[in-house]
């Protein structure tokens, strides 16, 4: 489906598919009692990402409609003109909902749109024991003990390095088992001036280094409401990736001039001055990297924490409790996490949710990435999934709010702390209202 150009002719094309599909659906309760599986069925997607319809179809969407023909799947792309606002206030039919654990409380749950998958889950009998465990148990916190969705795919953070910049500089290539405070070291040697061109020895992206923190700290305690900034452990997770590369003046220099820390991927694969990026490890599928001379390690760790990496970033699909189709819907989830679809996934570079060897074993070999140290994703133990809520996405807007002026040495960390506090404190707040 294309992207629509106006509010009006979003509407329109809703309200067709409102229609469309109400005259095809059953009483959900009764479902289960008549359900063919080959029969015919009209099942609508939509995800908060803005992925487009050409990134849905190629991860999911073509696959599924060669396993059901009798299936019209239709995937519903966000845009400004079409979000979940507009397509609940026009009854639109949604069956599937898509998203990434960080945003999923803030899609479905805010919109009351959360159904428990548990019967059809065992109905379908999908062992949920085959699944990388950090993924079910967040799902399962999520939904209060309930099943509001099904883990397909994963990822988690990386280290991905440009070798050329380490050969320029006859610094050794980064490791597998490094720690964060290896990785200060490498940015020392690494951040030079050559040929006019500031190079830094390391980046983040630090959306992710805090969303995904090894620690599994939320940002906001689900008990009391409060922010968790008080709690220690936050200090070493700003000191250890950003305010610590950052101690170097050439660093500081460029902070300055970019008004921006070195948290753009486009610094690593299009203008090339990173040698060391934090990122998701999804970033060589996502980025046509095939200009830069790279490879890739295990993320680093905390010395308190040894052999844990990041949280792992699954996203979960989940039947809507307005879906008139609950059944097919259901047939099309149970595909999707079939060790037959999972090994498809993971040869194209996306990280699967099953632990089965055989399917990580492929993981990245039908891309261009198979000689990269792909492997290196495995290496480190996931860290458990924090919790979430509503408001995540504000809170960590205040969390960020005062990295640059605490890179650059303007403001001191317990001052930095206080105002993230009180920024949290008035989301929260505000939530409420």
Same mark, same amino acid.
């Given at each position: 489906?294309?992207?629509?150009?106006?509010?009006?002719?979003?509407?329109?094309?809703?309200?067709?598919?409102?229609?469309?599909?109400?005259?095809?659906?059953?009483?959900?309760?009764?479902?289960?009692?008549?359900?063919?599986?080959?029969?015919?069925?009209?099942?609508?997607?939509?995800?908060?990402?803005?992925?487009?319809?050409?990134?849905?179809?190629?991860?999911?969407?073509?696959?599924?409609?060669?396993?059901?023909?009798?299936?019209?799947?239709?995937?519903?792309?966000?845009?400004?003109?079409?979000?979940?606002?507009?397509?609940?206030?026009?009854?639109?039919?949604?069956?599937?909902?898509?998203?990434?654990?960080?945003?999923?409380?803030?899609?479905?749950?805010?919109?009351?749109?959360?159904?428990?998958?548990?019967?059809?889950?065992?109905?379908?009998?999908?062992?949920?024991?085959?699944?990388?465990?950090?993924?079910?148990?967040?799902?399962?916190?999520?939904?209060?003990?309930?099943?509001?969705?099904?883990?397909?795919?994963?990822?988690?953070?990386?280290?991905?390095?440009?070798?050329?910049?380490?050969?320029?500089?006859?610094?050794?290539?980064?490791?597998?088992?490094?720690?964060?405070?290896?990785?200060?070291?490498?940015?020392?040697?690494?951040?030079?001036?050559?040929?006019?061109?500031?190079?830094?020895?390391?980046?983040?992206?630090?959306?992710?280094?805090?969303?995904?923190? =090894?620690? &599994?700290? +939320?940002?906001?305690?689900?008990? *009391?409401?409060?922010?968790?900034?008080? %709690? !220690?452990?936050?200090?070493? #997770?700003?000191?250890?990736?950003?305010?610590?590369?950052?101690?170097?003046?050439?660093?500081?220099?460029?902070?300055?001039?970019?008004?921006?820390?070195?948290?753009?991927?486009?610094?690593?694969?299009?203008?090339?001055?990173?040698?060391?990026?934090?990122?998701?490890?999804?970033?060589?599928?996502?980025?046509?990297?095939?200009?830069?001379?790279?490879?890739?390690?295990?993320?680093?760790?905390?010395?308190?924490?040894?052999?844990?990496? =990041?949280? &792992?970033? +699954?996203?979960?699909?989940?039947? *809507?409790?307005?879906?008139?189709?609950? %059944? !097919?819907?259901?047939?099309? #989830?149970?595909?999707?996490?079939?060790?037959?679809?999972?090994?498809?996934?993971?040869?194209?570079?996306?990280?699967?949710?099953?632990?089965?060897?055989?399917?990580?074993?492929?993981?990245?070999?039908?891309?261009?990435?198979?000689?990269?140290?792909?492997?290196?994703?495995?290496?480190?133990?996931?860290?458990?999934?924090?919790?979430?809520?509503?408001?995540?996405?504000?809170?960590?807007?205040?969390?960020?709010?005062?990295?640059?002026?605490?890179?650059?040495?303007?403001?001191?960390?317990?001052?930095?702390?206080?105002?993230?506090?009180?920024?949290?404190?008035?989301?929260?707040?505000?939530?409420?209202?």
């Amino acid at each position: 489906m294309s992207k629509f150009n106006s509010a009006a002719a979003s509407i329109v094309i809703i309200s067709l598919l409102a229609g469309c599909s109400a005259g095809t659906g059953t009483n959900p309760d009764k479902q289960s009692q008549s359900f063919d599986p080959n029969a015919p069925a009209d099942l609508v997607f939509y995800s908060n990402s803005g992925d487009p319809v050409e990134s849905f179809d190629e991860r999911f969407g073509n696959a599924i409609r060669k396993k059901f023909p009798n299936y019209k799947i239709t995937y519903l792309q966000k845009t400004k003109e079409q979000t979940l606002d507009t397509l609940m206030a026009a009854n639109a039919p949604i069956d599937i909902y898509w998203e990434s654990v960080g945003q999923f409380v803030g899609g479905l749950i805010k919109y009351n749109l959360q159904y428990d998958m548990t019967p059809l889950i065992q109905k379908n009998k999908v062992d949920l024991g085959k699944f990388e465990p950090t993924t079910i148990d967040a799902i399962k916190m999520i939904s209060d003990g309930k099943m509001y969705g099904l883990p397909v795919s994963n990822n988690n953070m990386a280290l991905f390095y440009n070798k050329d910049i380490f050969d320029r500089f006859g610094v050794p290539y980064p490791k597998d088992g490094m720690t964060w405070d290896d990785v200060v070291e490498l940015n020392k040697k690494l951040t030079r001036f050559e040929n006019g061109k500031q190079y830094l020895g390391f980046g983040m992206s630090n959306i992710h280094y805090f969303r995904l923190n =090894s620690f &599994s700290l +939320p940002y906001v305690d689900p008990k *009391t409401e409060k922010a968790t900034i008080t %709690d !220690p452990r936050w200090k070493t #997770i700003y000191e250890s990736a950003i305010l610590k590369p950052a101690e170097l003046d050439a660093f500081r220099t460029s902070i300055q001039q970019r008004n921006l820390l070195p948290e753009a991927d486009a610094m690593f694969w299009k203008d090339q001055v990173l040698a060391m990026y934090g990122y998701q490890s999804y970033m060589f599928v996502q980025k046509d990297l095939s200009g830069l001379n790279w490879d890739m390690v295990a993320y680093p760790t905390f010395k308190e924490l040894p052999g844990v990496g =990041s949280q &792992s970033y +699954p996203t979960f699909f989940s039947i *809507t409790s307005i879906s008139k189709q609950k %059944d !097919p819907a259901m047939a099309v #989830i149970k595909f999707l996490v079939s060790e037959e679809f999972q090994t498809e996934l993971s040869k194209s570079g996306i990280m699967p949710v099953l632990t089965d060897k055989k399917v990580k074993d492929v993981y990245g070999q039908g891309g261009n990435a198979k000689n990269k140290n792909l492997k290196s994703v495995f290496y480190n133990k996931f860290a458990p999934i924090s919790p979430k809520a509503v408001y995540d996405g504000d809170a960590e807007k205040a969390f960020r709010a005062p990295l640059i002026d605490m890179a650059l040495g303007k403001k001191d960390i317990n001052t930095a702390f206080r105002e993230v506090e009180e920024g949290v404190t008035k989301v929260v707040e505000s939530s409420k209202k």
